[in-house]
């Protein structure tokens, strides 16, 4: 079964300081990982996604994950927060059966970003 | 291209109501999955719609239910609401690529805030 653990709920930071959300994952397979972003009342948007190319991935707005299968750690990274970083973000797997497919998040970490 | 789209926004219902949520997906996505996101329970998976066929489904009980029309558009219903059922109510659509393991990324809905009171 997959699963993945958000090692933090919260995080702050400076505007201008680098910015690391932890995520561990359990998987069967070779997984499919997402981080996905959520600002107040809006939808979930995808910020990167790793489905077993290159193991860092870049993603939008700055944002990268590095891919650890010895770690079993997918964080995502960004060298200089921004205010408009201040959101939840979550950590995603892909779960799949012969049916189809879901996914999994985690339990999310929200972040703050002070001036 | 439109993004997904969900209808109404906003809802309020009572106990024992039942109420259905519209879901909109991206042209030319096939696969339509619906979610639920709750501060106690976080986000978990309800089911999956793929041309028309409930082809997953998640942990809910029955009084949660959907559908998808050939246009790909999706109906989610959940009878007797209960008091839990509060939540965002999120719907993401994906081209639905056969094949496994299926690649193809979800995008998300704004999502509709069911209250039940």
């Known amino acids: 079964a997959q699963s993945v653990t958000q090692l933090d709920s919260h995080v702050s930071v400076s505007e201008g300081t680098p910015v690391l959300l932890r995520c561990n994952y359990s998987?069967?397979?070779?997984?499919?990982l997402f981080w996905y972003v959520q600002h107040p009342n809006k939808g979930l948007q995808l910020l990167l996604k790793y489905t077993s190319a290159a193991t860092l991935v870049k993603g939008i707005n700055g944002f990268e994950a590095e891919f650890k299968k010895s770690e079993t750690s997918f964080h995502l990274t960004k060298p200089s927060a921004h205010m408009s970083d201040a959101a939840e973000y979550f950590c995603v797997v892909r779960a799949f059966n012969q049916a189809g497919t879901a996914l999994i998040f985690g339990k999310g970490t929200t972040l703050s970003v002070s001036s | 291209k439109a993004g997904v789209t969900q209808t109404p926004r906003y809802l309020i219902k009572t106990r024992g109501q039942q109420v259905t949520l519209s879901c909109s997906p991206i042209?030319?996505?096939?696969?339509v999955s619906w979610y639920q996101q709750t501060p106690g329970q976080g986000l978990q998976f309800l089911f999956e719609?793929?041309?028309?066929?409930?082809?997953n489904k998640g942990n809910f009980p029955g009084r949660f239910s959907g559908r998808q029309f050939s246009n790909s558009r999706s109906e989610m219903n959940v009878s007797t609401l209960e008091l839990g059922d509060s939540a965002l109510y999120l719907c993401?659509?994906?081209?639905?690529?056969?094949?496994?393991?299926?690649?193809?990324?979800?995008?998300f809905g704004p999502g509709t805030r069911l209250t039940v009171l």
């Open positions: 998987s069967s397979y070779s997984p499919s």
């Open positions: 993401a659509s994906s081209p639905g690529a056969s094949g496994r393991p299926p690649t193809d990324t979800q995008y």
């Open positions: 042209s030319g996505h096939r696969s």
């Open positions: 719609y793929f041309s028309e066929t409930q082809r």
